[in-house]
């Protein structure tokens, strides 16, 4: 099992209010993700990071913000949250990766479990 | 039109069925082609990867690539009950310089009939 950590699991939480997800994880991946998934729907990346003090927006966009100042830790930000950011988030996180003998583990993400969020 | 089409299901097969879970794609540059396995209300897990074309067995699951065909599958044999899940296929194009993004299909539940 991968040692990815997301909270909180679930959150509940009405218009207006700031929210921060948090993700760690303890691998020392350099890379970070995170993406939004709905029922029925392909995982779509919102943010990513390749390392300290880098964040990249995703193909889909999102009102939300990332920062990345620990290695381990890519927490992500709805300053106003609205119902229609009500969806579950996944956070990823993947090495760096090098020369042959690691091309194919510098693609593999490593998933938490989720936070469900649901704003009223 | 998708990047990659992915059959959302949902499939009900009986315990201890041969399984074949399928996906199309349109970006002939994808060489890494992944499965995942989603249980509910948890996030995906790494099930199978394979680089370029050919077949990629690991116990019950075998994962095949055709790329002139942009097909691949993911097949699993003596299906149980605990294999009931979302699987989704993943696909990057990858490189040497960190952008590796993944694209997902919708996945395809399964649910296996004990």
């Known amino acids: 099992e991968a040692d990815i950590y997301q909270t909180p699991r679930y959150l509940v939480i009405g218009t207006g209010k700031k929210i921060t997800l948090e993700c760690s994880q303890t691998?020392?991946?350099?890379?970070m993700y995170w993406y939004q998934q709905d029922p029925g729907m392909e995982l779509h990346l919102i943010h990513y990071s390749y390392g300290v003090n880098s964040t990249e927006k995703g193909d889909l966009s999102s009102e939300s913000t990332v920062s990345r100042i620990r290695t381990e830790h890519f927490p992500l930000t709805l300053e106003s949250a609205r119902p229609s950011h009500t969806s579950q988030y996944l956070c990823?996180?993947?090495?760096?990766?090098?020369?042959?003998?690691?091309?194919?583990?510098?693609?593999?993400?490593?998933f938490g479990a989720g936070t469900r969020l649901s704003v009223l | 039109q998708k990047e990659v089409e992915q059959d959302p299901g949902p499939l009900s097969v009986p315990e201890g069925a041969i399984v074949s879970l399928n996906c199309t794609y349109s970006?002939?540059?994808?060489?890494?082609f992944m499965w995942y396995r989603q249980y509910s209300r948890k996030g995906p897990e790494l099930l199978m990867y394979t680089y370029s074309s050919g077949n990629k067995e690991d116990g019950r699951f075998t994962a095949q690539v055709d790329k002139s065909s942009k097909y691949i599958s993911l097949f699993i044999r003596d299906s149980q009950p605990s294999d009931s899940a979302t699987y989704l296929c993943?696909?990057?194009?990858?490189?040497?310089?960190?952008?590796?993004?993944?694209?997902f299909g919708t996945g395809t539940r399964l649910t296996i009939i004990p």
């Open positions: 990823a996180s993947s090495r760096k990766g090098g020369v042959s003998g690691t091309r194919v583990a510098k693609n593999i993400q490593y």
């Open positions: 970006n002939s540059a994808f060489q890494y």
């Open positions: 993943a696909m990057s194009e990858g490189s040497n310089f960190g952008n590796e993004k993944l694209t």
């Open positions: 691998m020392g991946h350099d890379k």
